[in-house]
């Protein structure tokens, strides 16, 4: 799949307002953006466009390439080649001081020899600010992130989850039109983080900051995000609104990566096309040892009969049914035999782990909502059938640069 083909068309806007004359400005925008290290391409080709207002994430694996690309934005490193763009104007070799954008870290980096109050100010007295003018804002951006209360504390005197904060008032007070933020919740725990991904979201609302978040964690790109970008091998592999990149991933790679947070898996199956109704949009599918399979064909794609397609369905999406119940799936559904090999209980939910004799050694995974009792669940060796509508089967691009010879755009 080339970086051409890759949809960047979907501008920035409320999901309530998405009509094309709510289309906002862009704010970044990055071209053919190249940087290597030696011999090894760090960000190849990267070409995005972030839009005035949004809360945007650039999520990916470690080594993906993520905190280069936050880096060559705020000005610490130069790409090799392309443009970096920040309100039209090409940043590239414009020293970081000189560029409206300010970073919070995942280290927070407070000056531990200062109060609250005095971290906050510290970078306005450096631009200038003094008396009543630097008070009020000091105060605004204290009260901004709740914090009015601690400004005569020091820095570890405070909870990790109150210094984040400060960083964040630190950084949003000088007003900069671009707020990098690199992993900054990735030291906290679990349930501090939930706390905090809540705060950035209401302090992004009120401050209409555009946010480019920098995170490994999908959930949390998933939550935070009005869009988001998938970033593998320094390569742009999918960019849209959270919930189309979770339900119809374009790759393997982000299929694998974009994996259920409930579960940790992914459904994928190697199938071969045997079939294509044309009139209803729908590829028939072979998979294994004569197992068949739907797929809805979306407009811009053509099916070739005999060609090979990775197929992904969401486990949450797979229904589980006993073979001898009252309770059939409903016609036209995707119907795969298989026996139970492990139950996992994870409290408000089951995962079925499922081998099929059709679909080779491959484990499926279904999630059940606990609408039952545990002990009825069943157990490994129990037949059952797993059966899900075409309508949430995903055909996959290749991860190399082409498309796979099943679907051609």
Not at 384 to 398: F, G, T, Y
Request: hydrophobic share 40%.
């Amino acid at each position: 799949m080339t970086d051409e083909s890759i949809d960047d068309s979907a501008e920035f806007h409320p999901r309530e307002q998405r009509t094309p004359d709510t289309f906002a400005p862009v704010a970044v925008a990055l071209s053919g953006v190249t940087k290597s290290y030696g011999d090894q391409v760090v960000l190849d080709d990267f070409s995005l466009r972030v839009h005035e207002g949004e809360f945007f994430s650039i999520l990916g694996p470690s080594g993906s390439g993520k905190t280069t690309l936050l880096r060559t934005i705020a000005g610490f490193v130069d790409p090799d080649r392309g443009s970096i763009e920040l309100d039209g104007v090409d940043m590239v070799g414009v020293p970081p001081y000189r560029r409206d954008v300010n970073t919070v870290f995942q280290s927070y980096a407070l000056f531990p020899h200062l109060d609250v109050w005095n971290n906050v100010a510290y970078g306005l007295r450096r631009k200038g600010l003094r008396g009543d003018a630097l008070r009020r804002r000091v105060g605004e951006h204290l009260e901004l992130v709740q914090l009015s209360g601690y400004a005569r504390r020091r820095p570890n005197q405070l909870s990790g989850g109150q210094q984040q904060r400060v960083a964040v008032a630190r950084a949003l007070a000088a007003r900069p039109r671009l707020l990098l933020l690199d992993e900054p919740l990735g030291a906290l725990d679990a349930q501090l983080r939930g706390q905090m991904q809540v705060e950035l979201m209401r302090i992004q609302r009120e401050v209409g900051t555009t946010f480019l978040y920098i995170t490994h964690d999908q959930e949390e790109a998933l939550v935070l995000s009005h869009r988001l970008a998938v970033l593998g091998g320094g390569r742009l592999r999918q960019v849209g609104y959270p919930e189309d990149v979770y339900e119809r991933p374009a790759s393997r790679f982000v299929a694998e990566f974009l994996r259920s947070s409930a579960t940790g898996a992914a459904n994928i199956l190697d199938t071969e096309v045997i079939g294509h109704d044309a009139a209803a949009d729908v590829v028939e599918l072979r998979v294994g040892a004569g197992g068949r399979l739907r797929a809805a064909l979306p407009a811009s794609t053509a099916a070739r009969v005999g060609g090979s397609v990775a197929l992904t369905v969401r486990p949450e999406k797979v229904h589980v049914y006993d073979v001898d119940g009252a309770v059939s799936p409903p016609a036209g559904w995707c119907v795969l035999p298989g026996t139970i090999v492990d139950i996992v209980y994870t409290g408000v939910s089951t995962q079925y782990l499922v081998q099929s004799p059709v679909a080779g050694s491959v484990t499926l995974v279904a999630f059940v909502q606990n609408t039952r009792r545990i002990s009825d669940a069943g157990g490994p060796g129990q037949p059952v059938v797993l059966a899900w509508d075409p309508e949430h089967s995903v055909l996959l691009a290749e991860d190399d640069r082409d498309r796979s010879d099943a679907v051609v755009r």
